[in-house]
């Protein structure tokens, strides 16, 4: 059981490049989210899925682009990046909320992305 | 949106020491957790907690949700529990997280 993984772990990217963050997950959790960190700040929500097919916005998606095909996988694409986007990236995975399971958040390792 | 609050924004603590660290919410809430994100930046579950008390060795929460706040209390503090720790609260049917922008410990020997 891996848990939540993310690949790249560090990336640096140019001005107006583009590319996906992976986020993956094993535990069967319907719910599935991307947050990004900015130095001395807490999580901000980007973009949230509550199973394959559909996602929504979080509280800062510009700039982001998620689909959900699988259960398992929930990529996240930044098709321009600007340097404003220079940011820690986290994926977190849980159960749906009011299945009476317990829908704690589990975090992966987190990409650091640096945009010059 | 909901707001989240933490107190206070940074400790310095002795080693042994004890300490409380509180997150004050807005509104309703149907999940509440707390992290520990360690100096490498990982984020650790300490507790889930949207109502209630949990105790975890040296560490013990409480939920009082319809007060809207929660508190985490660690005690015999050690170096290792130095970090940034995060309170964080679910609401709505599709569970938008809301973090807090937390608490900066630092444990001295």
């Known amino acids: 059981n891996a848990g939540v993984t993310q690949t790249p772990k560090f990336q640096v990217l140019k001005t107006g490049q583009s590319m996906t963050l992976q986020c993956a997950q094993d535990m069967n959790h319907e719910y599935m989210s991307w947050y990004r960190q900015d130095p001395g700040m807490g999580l901000r929500l980007i973009h949230y899925?509550?199973?394959?097919?559909?996602?929504d916005q979080g509280e800062v998606p510009n700039g982001y682009n998620v689909s959900r095909s699988t259960t398992e996988d929930f990529p996240l694409r930044l098709l321009s990046a600007a340097p404003s986007q220079t940011s820690v990236y986290f994926c977190?995975?849980?159960?749906?909320?009011?299945?009476?399971?317990?829908?704690?958040?589990?975090f992966g390792p987190g990409t650091r992305l640096t945009v010059l | 949106g909901i707001q989240v609050e933490q107190s206070p924004p940074d400790l310095i603590l002795q080693e042994g020491a004890n300490s409380t660290l509180r997150c004050n919410f807005s509104d309703s809430v149907n999940n509440l957790q707390w992290f520990h994100q360690n100096p490498w930046g990982q984020l650790i579950n300490l507790f889930y907690?949207?109502?209630g008390t949990k105790q975890n060795g040296r560490l013990s929460a409480t939920t009082v949700a319809t007060e809207r706040y929660s508190l985490l209390y660690i005690s015999s503090s050690q170096t290792t529990d130095s970090g940034v720790y995060f309170c964080a609260v679910g609401s709505g049917g599709y569970q938008k997280v809301t973090f807090g922008t937390g608490t900066k410990l630092q444990v001295i020997p």
């Open positions: 899925s509550v199973g394959a097919g559909i996602t």
């Open positions: 977190a995975s849980s159960y749906y909320p009011g299945t009476g399971r317990y829908n704690e958040q589990f």
């Open positions: 907690i949207p109502s």
